[in-house]
């Protein structure tokens, strides 16, 4: 056309995986579109302001690549395919309106026309393969008016149409690029590549006058004592990518539709490289990192930064588990205890929102909420609907992000929803005790604790969480309902599961913390409890026997207990089991498992044994509100506490936090004679900053609330403050 283009947007969706181009050029740098859903019910569109592109030319041409992806790709273990449906396909609009004020829509139909293109196989789990012999099939297919020879006309179906919803979280995009840290050559036309971190995305390489040439790519998160990658804890993933050269002077390729979990990568098929040859490509969701800590302990510092290429590497487009094997699937049970670790270290609002649509999608009739979503075959089994820790997904996780972001539209969205998650408990329930079902406390190391104690106990939890969001919400009944309910489900549990004398009948870390922390206790009883509970933790050298669930509030309880001091030497203890173990031992994100690797047993069973795994890092949370002492005391942080601890072993430490009002920094320094506290508070909001010392010196106007057990509380409005205090 030559009429000058006003306005030009596109609207595009598949089933599967797609790649758009417009006369030449990539209209997004937007990575695995339009994302995983349940493509049986609901799937997601992409929009793309074109009209730069277009104004380029009069003449046009539209470009899309299809991959299968999770629709009918490889999906879950035992190399299950085609769970969604058999084959992908594209659903296509653009709109534009033009200077003169009429308006145009182009979309898919029976006109369009489709090849098979050097793209020879692409899936997420087992790679993609490039084939530049393949090229000539569609020759000039980004020119206008190219030569159609090789392609057909396109097959319209007509039976598929699931609802179309505008994809809400952030893109999938590359965030980071890696250079080779060693290159090992292993064999004849064979390297190792050591990247120095362990991470999801896939590897670029660039290729210079090596003429026709098969290069094999395989990734690995682990190396085997001689060198050759571990590969065995992936699974029935191939995790392989093939590019067959052109033979150009210069050639750059990267895979379009796959990405892979790893730090090491295999490169073969090449009689030398060196760290121009090939860079690793980090891709995620996460566009901003909104905290920051770093502290006079290297450990410590070590272990935040794994703490964050956890997130990175799992917070593609869903909260996946892992992103080396073939499962990747987003579970209920990280999304729960992991969820404050990962608000505080990035901005996750849309990428939850996209989520929590995919967890009630998969919600059944019943109310029953499901171990991950979106739903899918995973290939193994039990797959248990309602299971403690992990369904609760749909109560606690949307209350926390209540927490941070202040946003009541998501709870009032999925309000109803609740409500019958909380019926379909009820109805599970006998006597207001949950079975003996489920998948209890995942990977715990000591006794386990019983499943009907820890299914009660989530039961109850929820129900006080529901009370909370009844009131936010003005439902003045049902926050009455959910108050009586919480406390006759507190009395069957006690009856339940207590001695006469008001002791837990099962005493593990994890019974002890679920019962504390979900206030399921009279004073006296919970105080039993708490001994026991500082007791065991003292007996076993500050090790933690907890699986996932116990382990998620664990550290919050010593908090509220005033045992920062024991919450201290668990963190720092470097014996295994320990989260410094895995720093001693090389990692570089945290694992699956406490002895993922040891080093007098080498690696753990590879039928479960991921070495970038988020749900251990749920400690992340302690460095803001424990060792930086940021609380919230109302919702979005526009009001909040300050109450650091400062452990003997550490002269300093700094924590920063952006939230939805500004900047909060929490910073300390001590040395001999001073300890100087350094705050900061954004505009529009105020902080109670407990100084641990009834002695200090601040200039700024403040007041004065209480002193304390030698402290003192103070409250302030937005500004910087430095408070001195004398050691000595």
């Known amino acids: 056309t030559t009429k000058r283009i006003n306005r030009a947007f596109v609207y595009c969706s598949s089933l599967g995986l ?74 296509f609009q653009l709109m534009i309106s033009y200077d003169d004020g009429t308006d145009e829509i182009i979309c898919t139909d029976e006109h369009w026309s489709s090849s098979e293109g050097p793209i020879r196989e692409a899936d997420i789990l087992m790679g993609e393969m490039y084939d530049s012999n393949y090229e000539s099939n569609i020759n000039g297919w980004d020119s206008y008016n190219f030569d159609e020879s090789n392609f057909k006309k ?33 064999g004849d036309k064979k390297f190792v590549i050591d990247f120095g971190q362990n ?58 539709f796959t990405y892979h979990g790893f730090r090491y990568v295999e490169i073969s098929g090449l009689d030398k490289i060196d760290d121009q040859t090939i860079f690793g490509i980090s891709i995620n969701s996460l566009p901003e990192q909104t905290a920051a800590f770093t502290s006079s302990d290297s450990r410590l510092n070590k272990l935040f930064e794994c703490i964050l290429w956890n997130q990175k590497s799992n917070y593609l ?29 990035f901005d996750v609002s849309s990428f939850y929102q996209n989520w929590f649509e ?3 999608d998969a919600q059944r009739i019943d109310g029953a909420l499901p171990p991950f979503a979106p739903l899918a075959d995973m290939g193994v089994g039990p797959v248990y609907f309602n299971s403690a820790g992990w369904a609760d997904a749909g109560i606690i996780t949307p209350y926390l992000f209540y927490e941070f972001y202040k946003d009541t539209d998501l709870l009032e969205k999925y309000y109803e929803r609740m409500k019958i998650f909380i019926k379909s408990l009820e109805l599970q329930s006998s006597d207001l005790i949950m079975p003996e079902y489920g998948y209890g406390d995942w990977l715990c190391i000591g006794e386990a604790t019983s499943k009907s104690f820890i299914a009660t106990a989530y039961f109850a939890y929820d129900c006080s969480v529901m009370k909370k969001i009844a009131s936010i919400l003005g439902y003045s009944d049902d926050e009455l309902y959910y108050d009586e309910l919480f406390q006759k489900i507190k009395q069957s549990f006690r009856k339940k599961f207590l001695n006469s004398d008001g002791s837990l009948i099962q005493l593990t870390q994890t019974s002890a913390v679920l019962s504390i922390h979900f206030e399921l206790l009279d004073a006296d009883e919970a ?8 007791e065991d933790i003292t007996e076993k050298n500050y090790h933690i026997t907890t699986g996932f669930l116990g382990l998620s509030f664990l550290m919050q309880v010593l908090s509220t207990m005033e045992k920062n001091d024991i919450a201290w030497k668990v963190l720092t203890n470097n014996e295994f089991p320990s989260w410094l173990f895995m720093i001693d031992n090389g990692a570089t994100t ?26 251990l890092g749920c400690v992340g949370e302690w460095f803001f509100t424990g060792i930086a002492g940021i609380r919230a005391i109302e919702p979005g942080f526009r009001k909040f506490m300050i109450k650091p601890f400062i452990p003997d072993e550490l002269t300093y430490a700094e924590a920063s936090f952006k939230t939805i009002y500004g900047v909060i920094i929490s910073e300390w320094k001590k040395d001999k004679e001073n300890l100087t506290i350094k705050i900061q508070i954004p505009f529009n909001t105020t902080a109670v900053i407990v100084i641990p010392f009834n002695d200090y010196e601040l200039s700024k106007t403040h007041s004065i609330l209480r002193k304390e057990n030698n402290c003192t509380c103070i409250e302030v409005g937005s500004g910087s403050y430095e408070i001195t205090c004398k050691l000595v």
């Open 18 to 91: 797609y790649n758009l181009q417009i006369n030449g050029k990539q209209v997004s740098e937007n990575r695995l579109t339009p994302g995983w859903s349940d493509f049986n019910s609901r799937v997601n569109y992409n929009s793309y302001d074109v009209t730069s592109i277009l104004n380029l030319s009069n003449e046009h041409i539209i470009n899309l690549i299809l991959a299968d992806g999770y629709y009918s790709g490889y999906c879950g273990w035992e190399r299950g395919r085609g769970y969604y449906g058999k084959f992908p396909a594209v659903k």
């Open 154 to 186: 396109v097959t319209v179906t007509a039976d598929i149409n699931p609802e179309l919803t505008s994809y809400k979280a952030e893109p999938v995009r590359q965030r980071f690029e890696f250079k080779p840290q060693s290159i090992t050559r292993s």
């Open 199 to 256: 991470f999801a995305g896939f590897a670029r390489v660039v290729l210079r006058n090596v003429g026709k040439q098969k290069i094999t790519l395989r990734f690995a998160e682990m190396l085997n004592e001689d060198g050759s990658l571990y590969t065995e804890n992936i699974r029935m993933a191939r995790a392989q990518d093939t590019y067959i050269s052109k033979g150009d002077t210069e050639e750059v390729w990267e895979p379009l």
């Open 317 to 345: 487009d869903i909260p996946t588990d892992c992103p080396q094997r073939d499962e990747r699937f987003g579970w209920t049970g990280d999304a729960v205890s992991y969820f404050p670790t990962a608000a505080f270290n």
């Open 358 to 360: 995919n967890l009630f």
């Open 527 to 534: 105080e039993k409890a708490k001994s026991f509970l500082i």
């Open 590 to 615: 945290l694992w699956e498992r406490w002895d993922s690797f040891h080093p007098d047993k080498g690696f753990y069973d590879p039928t479960m044994n991921s070495f970038n795994h988020c749900s």
